[in-house]
């Protein structure tokens, strides 16, 4: 697995993947770090993660790519998606 470089952690990328779908995983990847860290636009998130499913159709993988981002980062996509996907409010910050 490539990493791309964010602040003091690396994000974890496919090798395999083009150009675009490293953006897309990345816009993901940065906006699960905006729920976290501040707030982001609920609809914005949850279209950045059906972009992120396209790239990603895999369940195994996407479990892979969330276990490496959390040890990364600290933050967990799985609970931050799962609060995000129950909110009905137009703006998201994951409390976990």
């Known amino acids: 697995m490539a ?3 964010h602040e003091n952690y690396q994000y974890p990328l496919d090798e395999t993947w ?6 897309i995983v990345t816009d993901f ?11 982001v636009p609920t609809a914005d ?8 499913k396209t790239v990603v159709p895999a369940k195994s993988q996407e ?11 600290g933050y967990s996509i799985y609970h ?3 609060a995000a996907t129950a ?3 137009q703006r998201f910050q994951f409390r976990g």
């Open 29 to 39: 990847y940065q906006k699960i770090e905006a729920a976290n860290e501040s707030s």
């Open 3 to 5: 990493t791309t470089n």
């Open 80 to 82: 931050t998606m799962q």
């Open 18 to 23: 083009n150009t675009q779908d490293i953006i």
């Open 63 to 73: 479990k892979q790519l969330g276990r490496a981002f959390e040890a990364a980062s």
């Open 87 to 89: 909110t009905n409010k």
């Open 45 to 52: 998130l949850i279209k950045a993660y059906r972009a992120f």
